[in-house]
């Protein structure tokens, strides 16, 4: 045991259990401003939901309001097939993300600006580009197409190289956590290769059809794969399954892991499903929607946005969250307001706040919640009286708890706090970006 430099904690971390199933609480837009299939989705922060269709608009919606604003209409001949947000905090670095990359059927892939605006048009296959997906440091971009191909480009769009050639059209793709590998699809197989050519690939048999979609969690370095066998898989980064579902009524034609890596969506014909890490299923929702195509998940995990073969965007936010820590428990009921139960004496409390809820946290006597702009610290059993400080970043990835201390990371890094109300929030004692 050595001596702790200034500002170094050991800490002992004990958060409350999960005792009951998660669900989705499904939603369509009020509006149907898509006129043609959906084909992609993403977010740029938790309150702009990007969406692309076969009717060429690029549409910006707020959930929270559901105002809807027309980006830009993509000329006739371009179909887009898949749209990607360069990472926010690619390099360490907390930057807004301006910029997202959109996979077209006319064989190029284009860099939009936030506004809207084509910067760039590349040529990238013989075919329709089938999947772009941006490098967690943003340093490279991954496309795949109908030509066979997996190509590497710089961020500002100029080839590297050609990674694989292949005689089948390759439908998904995904980067390892530290953007070295590159996860594809080549028929029922699956492949990680590394960027260095003198490394060799892994390659396996996934499944039993042609596989459509795959994810790399950057958390917990698990893959899922989604088929045409109805089937959907977790898999380790070696290519040793973990789990495989059961057969499905239709093909799985959307995989996604939250941004935790805690769980993960799964979309068919009408079908959404929320999943653990383990694959475990924890709910099932049955809407109207034709096929979901793809996924997208808020920054802080607690909702997604899926594409929909029916013309619509479907929105999906965890609700549902059972925590128990001894005699207390708490119940994420909707997106504001949470119950909490002292077992022992039968005291019920509920909370309400005027933001959605993202991360709640029980454990020694203690109840931490964050929404998009704020911290609330509770104690039992003052639950009148939280102390509240605003958040340096909108978007919190991680809340643990310890006896005197808790930890939250956003963005920005690291900030380990104390319980001690300090000028009407808990006490920040280290931080590290």
């Excluded at 898949?82 to 860099?111: C, I, M, Q, Y």
């Excluded at 296959?125 to 490098?135: F, I, K, N, P």
């Excluded at 919640?369 to 990835?397: E, G, H, I, K, M």
Aim: net charge neutral.
């Amino acid at each position: 045991p050595g001596r702790l430099a200034k500002n170094e904690f050991i800490v002992v971390v004990s958060n409350a259990s999960i005792s009951s199933k998660m669900k989705f609480k499904v939603t369509l837009a009020k509006k149907e401003n898509h006129t043609e299939l959906v084909s992609c989705v993403g977010w740029s922060g938790s309150d702009e939901l990007y969406s692309a269709a076969d009717d060429h608009l690029i549409l910006k919606r707020n959930p929270n309001s559901d105002e809807t604003t027309q980006i830009t209409k993509l000329p006739k001949e371009v179909f887009p097939t898949d749209l990607h947000w360069f990472p926010a905090n690619a390099g360490g670095k907390r930057l807004a993300s301006e910029l997202f990359v959109l996979a077209s059927t006319d064989g190029k892939f284009h860099l939009i600006s936030k506004s809207g605006r084509v910067e760039k048009s590349v040529e990238a296959h013989r075919g329709a580009v089938l999947m772009a997906r941006w490098s967690h440091d943003g340093t490279a971009l991954v496309t795949v197409g109908e030509d066979g191909q997996v190509k590497i480009w710089s961020r500002s769009g100029m080839l590297r190289h050609t990674l694989s050639q292949l005689e089948t059209p390759v439908y998904g793709v995904a980067w390892s956590p530290d953007s070295d590998h590159v996860l594809y699809t080549n028929d029922k197989q699956m492949v990680i290769k590394p960027l260095q050519p003198t490394m060799k690939p892994i390659i396996w048999k996934a499944h039993e059809n042609l596989i459509l979609k795959v994810d790399w969690s950057p958390v917990n370095n698990l893959l899922l794969s989604g088929s045409e066998d109805r089937k959907y898989k977790v898999w380790d980064s070696f290519g040793r399954q973990i789990y495989s579902s059961q057969p499905h009524d239709y093909p799985i034609t959307s995989v996604s892991w939250s941004s935790d890596g805690q769980l993960f969506a799964v979309g068919s014909f009408n079908t959404l499903r929320l999943c653990d890490k383990a694959g475990w299923s924890q709910s099932l929702e049955k809407v109207s929607t034709g096929s979901i195509l793809n996924i997208s998940w808020t920054s802080d995990g607690t909702q997604l946005a899926g594409a929909c073969g029916g013309g619509q965007v479907l929105l999906a936010q965890i609700v549902d969250r059972r925590l128990e820590w001894r005699n207390i428990e708490i119940l994420v009921q909707d997106d504001s307001q949470i119950s909490v139960c002292d077992l022992a004496s039968s005291f019920t409390e509920k909370l309400e706040f005027s933001q959605r809820v993202v991360k709640v946290c029980l454990g020694w006597g203690h109840v931490v919640v964050t929404t998009p702009a704020q911290c609330y610290v509770y104690t039992s059993p003052s639950w009148n009286t939280p102390a509240v400080f605003d958040l340096r970043d909108l978007s919190v990835s991680l809340l643990q708890l310890a006896e005197k201390h808790f930890l939250l990371v956003d963005n920005t890094g690291l900030q380990v706090y104390s319980y001690e109300v300090c000028g009407g929030g808990a006490d920040c004692l280290a931080e590290k970006g």
